[in-house]
């Protein structure tokens, strides 16, 4: 019920919160949609995210993270 009194706060609160994971997590801006920290636990060389919200308007992401020297399968 908490979203449906404030939808675009809770918007808002949420992307900020998970830009903040992904710059710390995995080194990358969102906002310029590069790596700029270089000391990370989980370097990417890429990201891609898109922010959804179910019926009862509380929101969440799926997305994909290209690590960097991931090892590959053999």
Known sequence: EWSLNDPVGVAEFFVAELRSIIRYLF????????????????????????????KRGSPHAHGLIWLTDFPTSA
Not at 30 to 53: G, H, I, K, L, Y
Request: include cysteine; proline fraction near 7%.
């Open 27 to 54: 080194g990358w801006d969102v906002q310029s949609n590069q790596r700029r920290v270089a000391t990370c636990p989980f370097p990417a060389d890429a990201v891609f995210f898109v922010v959804e919200t179910n």
